[in-house]
């Protein structure tokens, strides 16, 4: 059972381009949801997507976007990359419904602005 | 808002000593608490949780937390350090349930890198 993947696993872009990371989740959940962990820090809530909605959101300005797809798979998209975004982007996944399930994280795309 | 604090940026304990990293929360309501272990270049991987019942959680490689309400605490614990334990410990919060999806998002602390010497 594959866990939690997700891609590119590095990646460096220049200041103002736009990235676009992938994450497709842990097999039968359908909640996605994304963190941005900068260096020497704790992991802090971006977004997350439930039924192809973005269901909660933390404190992030609108660059940052996303989608999820009927599969459940989900895609971040940063635009106009600042130097601040470099960082460790981690997709956790987990299940909606049920018990108070755990979220299930992936290795994380490293990326650098430069 | 919830948070937690994790006072200890390190802690450092000899193998085969017992060790203790420590957690405190801030939730309203009813705390639902977790705690993550990431290795170097690697995401984060879930220990254990407490959302209700027994004090003492007992989690994956043989940690343990002890939740405490009257102190707020959640710290985690195992009885013999392994060099292998030596890891960056997260403590996290979760907000409360909702059956409509979503509401599972997780607070995290700012870690306490963990290091077992021989």
Do not use: M
Request: glycine share 10%; with cysteine; net charge neutral.
């Amino acid at each position: 059972d594959a866990g939690v993947t997700q891609s590119p696993t590095h990646l460096i872009k220049t200041r103002g381009q736009q990235v676009t990371l992938r994450c497709s989740p842990k097999s039968g959940h359908d909640t996605v949801s994304w963190y941005q962990q900068a260096l020497g820090q704790g992991p802090q809530f971006i977004f997350q997507y439930y039924e192809e909605e973005e269901r909660q959101r933390g404190n992030f300005p609108d660059r940052f976007s996303g989608h999820q797809f009927p599969n459940y798979s989900s895609e971040l998209n940063v635009n106009a990359l600042l130097l601040g975004d470099s960082a460790l982007y981690l997709c956790a996944s987990s299940l909606a419904s049920g018990s108070f399930n755990e979220q299930f994280f992936g290795p994380g795309t490293r990326l650098t602005v430069l | 808002a919830q948070s937690v604090a994790q006072p200890e940026d390190q802690v450092n304990v000899a193998e085969g000593n017992p060790l203790t990293v420590k957690c405190t929360y801030s939730v309203s309501g009813n705390p639902y608490l977790f705690w993550y272990v990431q290795y170097p270049n690697r995401g984060l991987q879930f220990l254990l949780k407490y959302i209700t019942g027994d004090n003492l959680v007992k989690g994956s490689y043989g940690f343990e937390a002890e939740f405490n309400k009257s102190q707020t605490s959640f710290h985690l614990k195992k009885p013999s350090a392994l060099v292998s334990d030596s890891a960056l410990y997260f403590c996290a919060v979760r907000d409360p349930y909702r059956f409509t999806g979503g509401g599972n998002k997780l607070t995290f602390g700012t870690g306490t890198q963990l290091k077992v010497e021989l």
